[in-house]
C-alpha cells in the first residue's frame, strides 16, 4: 500500500516540473511575442494557459485526494503541502505571461515596448525565464542551495523594474500616455512572475530542510 503511494507521490512531482518547464515555455513564447511584435506566438500562449490552469486543478485535486486517503506523515506531508503551493505558484507565473501575452495581442502591429526600453524587456525577459529554470531545476534536483541563489537574481529584476519609471518620469519622456501605461503593466507582470519563481524557491527549502531559510532577503510573494 505505502509503496503504490510512494509511486503517486513520485508521479506528481514529475506532474509539477512538467508544469514548470510549461511555465518556461510560456514566458519564452510571451516574451518573444511582445518584443517582435508576434500575434501567432502571442495567442498561442493565451490559448495554452487553459492547459496550465487544468494542470493545477488536476495536481491540486490529486494532492487532496492523498491528504484525505493515505494520511501521510513527517516529510510526506511537508511534500504534499509544499506541492499545492508550488502547483498555485506555477499557475500564477502563468497566467502573467498571458498577460503579456496579451498586452502584446492588443497593441498589434506595433510594439508595446517603446526602442530605449526594448533592451532592458529582453533582459527582463532573460532574468524571468533563468529565475524558472533555477526553480525548476532546483525543485527537481532537491537542492536547497540553487532554490536560495533565487533571491539574488530577483534582485536584478527589482533593478530593471525600477529604471522604467527612471524613463517614464525623466524630462526626456515623449511617449504617450497608454505607452506608459504599457510599460508600467509589463514591469509589474515581470516582476510578479520573478516573485512567484522566488516563493517556489522557498518552498523547495521548506520540502527539503523542513523550515525556511535565514539570512536571506526574500521579498514578499
Known amino acids: 500500500m505505502r509503496a503504490s503511494y510512494h509511486e503517486e507521490l513520485n508521479g506528481v512531482l514529475e506532474r509539477l516540473h512538467h508544469m514548470a518547464e510549461l511555465v518556461e515555455v510560456a514566458m519564452r513564447e510571451a516574451s518573444e511575442s511582445l518584443l517582435t511584435a508576434d500575434l501567432g506566438r502571442a495567442e498561442a500562449v493565451i490559448s ?13 485535486y490529486k494532492c487532496l485526494s492523498l491528504l484525505a486517503l493515505q494520511a501521510p506523515v513527517a516529510g510526506e506531508l511537508r511534500t504534499i503541502v509544499s506541492t499545492i503551493r508550488v502547483v498555485f505558484e506555477l499557475a500564477r507565473m502563468g497566467d502573467l505571461a498571458a498577460h503579456i501575452a496579451k498586452i502584446a495581442r492588443l497593441r498589434y502591429p506595433d510594439h508595446a515596448v517603446v526602442p530605449e526600453l526594448e533592451p532592458n524587456f529582453r533582459r527582463m525577459a532573460e532574468v524571468s525565464i533563468q529565475m524558472i529554470q533555477v526553480a525548476a531545476r532546483s525543485l527537481q534536483d532537491q537542492d536547497a542551495t540553487e532554490a536560495m541563489t533565487l533571491a539574488q537574481i530577483d534582485a536584478e529584476m527589482d533593478d530593471l523594474r525600477r529604471d522604467h519609471f527612471t524613463v517614464v518620469l525623466g524630462d526626456g519622456w515623449q511617449g504617450t500616455t497608454a505607452q506608459a501605461i504599457d510599460i508600467a503593466l509589463l514591469g509589474r507582470y515581470f516582476e510578479r ?3 512567484h519563481a522566488v516563493a517556489v524557491a522557498r518552498r523547495v527549502i521548506y520540502l527539503i530542510t523542513g523550515s525556511n531559510p535565514e539570512g536571506v532577503d526574500w521579498p514578499n510573494a
Open 48 to 60: 495554452n494557459d487553459a492547459q496550465l490552469d487544468a494542470m493545477h486543478e488536476e495536481l491540486e
Open 193 to 195: 512572475f520573478a516573485d
